[in-house]
Nanobody, 116 residues
Framework: QVRLVESGGGLVQPGGSLRLSCAASGFTFSNYGMMWYRQAPGKERELVATITSGGRDINYPESVKGRFTISRDNAKNTVYLQMNSLKPDDTAMYYC?????????WGQGTQVTVSS
């Protein structure tokens, strides 16, 4: 079955960096776009990065542009989110998602906390 497993979250000081990973299985990873979302307590889930199947087209909202970088390794069935210059406002649960045959698949999330 389709499975997405995020890792790499943790506690980091403002200005620090983290690299999140999302390991995919159960589908032909290289054929599908991938997305990273985040959700802070009391807030709606927010899209933070998208990447197409081949990695050519990438998009970010203004809130993370220039600080976050999405990438993928199709040989490892993994998508990454490099997060630099982290701010307390980046504190959230981070999820990866894909869309297969019109259905959304989500991972369980990894917590990122930015605090001094």
């Amino acid at each position: 079955q389709v499975r997405l497993v995020e890792s790499g979250g943790g506690l980091v000081q403002p200005g620090g960096s983290l690299r999140l990973s999302c390991a995919a299985s159960g589908f032909t990873f290289s054929n599908y776009g991938m997305m990273w979302y985040r959700q802070a307590p009391g807030k709606e889930r927010e899209l933070v990065a998208t990447i197409t199947s081949g990695g050519r087209d990438i998009n970010y909202p203004e809130s993370v542009k220039g600080r976050f970088t999405i990438s993928r390794d199709n040989a490892k069935n993994t998508v990454y989110l490099q997060m630099n210059s982290l701010k307390p406002d980046d504190t959230a649960m981070y999820y990866c998602k894909t869309l297969l045959w019109g259905r959304e698949y989500w991972g369980q999330g990894t917590q990122v906390t930015v605090s001094s």
